[in-house]
């Protein structure tokens, strides 16, 4: 059936009395109605949902949701139905606070606010308006708003978290460095770098208590820190904290990959032996059963970081050694992805490079 065939018009007055219905994404009244239950104010809000966005992901989870409101049955059927809508209710928490995180790093902010929408909407009715459980996905809805600039309004979703984890003394360090990491992002987009600074100092502490200072959730911290001091003409800090940024990627695909890339002294054997190693990964490489060893935020992070670091080192003739082994970082991050072409390509340039150096 074709996408306009799905998407019916309709009048909200015509509605039975006692029956709203309000836009997916911005609350505003709905005026069409798309694959029968799902609701926009109009085609802009559906095509930030549809386009690029989680609509698909979540569909079928929505669908058994909001098509099984009937209250019949014996007391089994009633709470067994409760209970897979619950389910499906986590699952759309899930996939689309995923797909907004992801949609964020890859600059897709508007879309990421759509995806962000539906988790928190779904969150409150899981978790009740005021938990704690809501500020991961109350975050991802400022950390969107900063992405389009509408810093007033990512300043009261940051409030909201604030608020929250203030009122829980057991907050775990895990949520506290996204609280804070999400307003360093804040008061780096109002221009306040030292502010903006200090709260990357705390994501940093936290996110290591919580994980250790060399895992992939650490590095958003440094990373976002590199950007500041970048912005603020310190590009020896930059570097350093990009350089930590990457071998965080690197050491963490590389456990992926199977592959050894530590080396005492990154000189040119130890760059023609990690080209070599990621070679092998292309050629080799078979993703185990069960999820995915990155989920789609954490490959749009980590394409994010490896990209903005070749474009910064690139800029430098004299760092030929740190583009050939990005390039062969971001060559095994694809074979990992099965991306098979798009990671010979990196491979060759980096191995061009290696050739030149
Ligand atoms: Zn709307």
């Known amino acids: 059936m074709s996408l306009a065939r799905e998407m019916l018009s309709m009048n909200p007055m015509a509605l039975p009395k ?148 203030s009122m829980n003394p057991d907050c775990g360090s895990d949520l506290k460095s996204k609280l804070y990491r999400t307003l360093g992002q804040l008061y ?31 590095a958003g911290g440094y990373f976002l820190m590199a950007n500041i001091f970048q912005a603020t003409e310190f590009v020896a800090k930059t570097k350093a904290l990009y350089q930590m940024v990457s071998s965080i990627w690197r050491e963490q695909l590389s456990r992926i990959g199977g592959i050894e890339t530590e080396y005492e002294k990154w000189d040119k054997d130890a760059l023609a032996s990690f080209l070599e190693a990621v070679n092998q990964v292309m050629v080799e490489y078979v993703p185990a059963e069960g999820p995915p060893p990155l989920n789609a935020a954490e490959t749009a992070e980590a394409q994010q970081h490896l990209d903005a670091i070749l474009t910064l080192e690139s800029a430098d003739t004299q760092n030929v050694a740190i583009v050939v082994r990005t390039l062969a970082t971001i060559a095994l991050l694809h074979a990992i992805l099965g991306e098979h072409d798009k990671a010979k390509a990196f491979w060759v340039n980096a191995q061009k490079g290696l050739e030149h150096s």
């Open 188 to 218: 780096h987009a109002k221009g306040q770098a030292p502010t903006s600074l200090r709260f990357l100092a705390d994501d940093i502490y936290y996110c290591s208590l919580a994980h250790g200072p060399k895992d992939i959730r650490s």
């Open 18 to 165: 006692g029956t709203k219905k309000v836009c997916e994404i911005c609350d505003e009244p709905a005026t069409i109605i798309f694959r029968e239950c799902f609701y926009y104010c109009s085609q802009e809000c559906q095509h930030l949902d549809y386009d690029e966005g989680v609509h698909d992901e979540i569909r079928e989870h929505v669908e058994f949701v909001r098509n099984n409101t009937q209250k019949l049955g014996t007391q089994f059927e009633r709470q067994k139905r409760e209970q897979d809508k619950f389910k499906a209710k986590q699952q759309i928490i899930s996939l689309a606070s995923v797909r907004a995180s992801s949609l964020s790093h890859s600059g897709l902010h508007h879309h990421a606010i759509a995806a962000a929408t539906h988790a928190l909407k779904f969150g409150i009715q899981v978790h009740g308006a005021t938990s704690i459980d809501l500020v991961p996905m109350i975050l991802l809805l400022g950390s969107a708003n900063i992405g389009i600039n509408k810093l007033n309004k990512a300043e009261t979703y940051l409030s909201q978290a604030n608020y929250l984890v």
